[in-house]
């Protein structure tokens, strides 16, 4: 592990607060953790324990994060049992949570960044690109994916939310 790491991970029981459902099995994970949300860098990931079933846990990219409300977001699509089996969470349970892992992207100086992901590769982007628009660039982002990418407030309300959900995607 890089030293610069070590400070930095943690294990959290992070509250579910909001969960949706959108087209081709995605879903949008919103969790509460002032702490990951402060602590990560874009491009970093976390290791989530996805039910009592299942002791190995699965990585998943933080897509975004809310400092001011100390959350964040994780879009996944399922693919498997542990997906699965994460999809069933509901709004109040904890999930286990290690995190923020991962060195993270090296942030240039560029005036005009572009950005391109598809597949698992795209809630990185989403999240560095919402790093450089903090810093007043406008990245060009372009995700490739067999499914519409529900990363837009609108699209986001759209989506089917998991019982009892109250809340919209904050990017
Ligand atoms: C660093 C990192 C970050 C990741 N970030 C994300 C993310 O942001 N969102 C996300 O949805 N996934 C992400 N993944 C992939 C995710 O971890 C896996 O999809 C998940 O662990 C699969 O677990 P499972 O138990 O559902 O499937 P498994 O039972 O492990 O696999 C079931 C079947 O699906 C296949 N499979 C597994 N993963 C994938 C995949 N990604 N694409 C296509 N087929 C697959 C397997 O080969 C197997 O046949 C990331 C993986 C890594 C290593």
């Known amino acids: 592990m890089n030293k610069s790491h070590r400070d930095s991970i943690q294990v959290l029981d992070c509250q579910i607060l909001a969960h949706y459902q959108f087209e081709g099995e995605q879903y949008i994970l919103t969790l509460d953790s ?8 874009p491009g970093q990931f976390v290791h989530i324990t996805v039910s ?5 846990r699965r990585p998943i990219s933080i897509m975004s994060v809310d400092v001011d409300n ?3 977001d994780l879009l996944y699509k399922v693919v498997g049992e542990g997906t699965r089996q994460l999809a069933e969470r509901k709004i109040g349970e904890t999930l286990s949570v290690i995190g923020p892992i991962g060195n993270g992207f090296k942030m240039t100086d560029k005036k005009m960044p572009l950005l391109i992901g598809g597949g698992v590769g795209m809630p990185p982007m989403i999240s560095i ?3 450089i628009k903090a810093s007043d660039y406008d990245p060009f982002v372009i995700l490739g994916s067999e499914v ?3 990363f837009t407030p609108e699209l986001s309300k759209m989506g089917n939310p998991c019982p009892e959900a109250s809340h919209t995607m904050p990017l």
């Open 34 to 41: 002032p702490e990951i949300a402060k602590a990560t860098k």
């Open 148 to 150: 519409p990418f529900p």
């Open 70 to 72: 100390g959350t964040f």
């Open 52 to 56: 009592d079933a299942l002791a190995m």
């Open 129 to 131: 690109a919402q790093a």
